[in-house]
């Protein structure tokens, strides 16, 4: 089984919609977890955390669900700016350098 | 602007050259990493260089070799590479210990083994 997996797409959705991005990982002693973005030619950038309680920022919504091993990105109202590969990052200690990325999840907002 | 800027941004080379990729952060960062990225794979840890010391290896071909000179520079020595060494070289900085998972990536070297 993969460490870190998700659906790699692509999600095409009209400007507008609510897409949700999911996303489980394999080691049950992962201690945080993440929402990177990349931009296409562009490196990747923190997008938000994910807390057990589920956090909000703006349209931006993030869900953890430790028994399942599950990680949610939900994206309300899109925008063509959303266009970007989203990467679920999972880490496994209390060092940064125990990131394990997802492949990433591309999304196209189309007018 | 980026805080961690990487030179060259292209680079395309022979197997048998020798070259060179710099990484140098402006954040005042502790931790310093290489990581590859190929197209259809997830982002590959190469090194971690943490207060100047390498913590982390994971097993890359000796044709890669790190440098870290201090803090806010980083290199990767780059020999006798293979086609399939060609990727993305993204260099990342952080501030350890603070549990944030939150790395500071530059735009990446492009690089070309031909």
């Known amino acids: 089984r993969k460490e870190v997996e998700q659906d790699p797409g692509p999600f095409n959705v009209p400007e507008g919609a609510t897409v949700a991005f999911n996303c489980t990982y394999s080691?049950?002693?992962?201690?945080?977890f993440f929402w990177y973005r990349q931009d296409c030619r562009k490196e990747p950038k923190l997008l938000m955390s994910v807390y057990s309680s589920g956090n909000e920022d703006g349209r931006f919504t993030a869900q953890l669900n430790r028994a399942s091993q599950y990680i949610s990105l939900l994206i309300r109202d899109s925008k063509l700016s959303d266009s970007a590969t989203y990467l679920c990052v999972v880490n496994s200690g209390a060092g940064s350098y125990q990131l394990t990325f997802g492949k990433g999840t591309k999304l196209s907002v189309i007018p | 602007e980026t805080g961690v800027t990487q030179t060259p941004r292209h680079l395309v080379m022979g197997m048998t050259n020798k070259k060179s990729l710099k990484c140098e952060q402006h954040?005042?960062?502790?931790?310093m990493y290489w990581y590859k990225q190929s197209a259809k794979k997830p982002l590959e840890l190469m090194f971690v260089?943490?207060?100047?010391?390498?913590?982390e290896n994971n097993s890359v071909p000796s044709r890669f070799s790190p440098e870290c000179p201090n803090s806010s520079h980083l290199f990767l020595h780059l020999h006798t590479l293979q086609p399939e060494d060609s990727a993305l070289y993204l260099c990342a900085s952080s501030q350890e210990w603070q549990g944030t998972g939150e790395l500071f990536f530059g735009e990446g070297s492009r690089l070309t083994v031909l």
């Open positions: 954040l005042g960062h502790n931790a």
């Open positions: 260089y943490s207060l100047e010391e390498r913590v």
């Open positions: 080691n049950s002693a992962s201690q945080s």
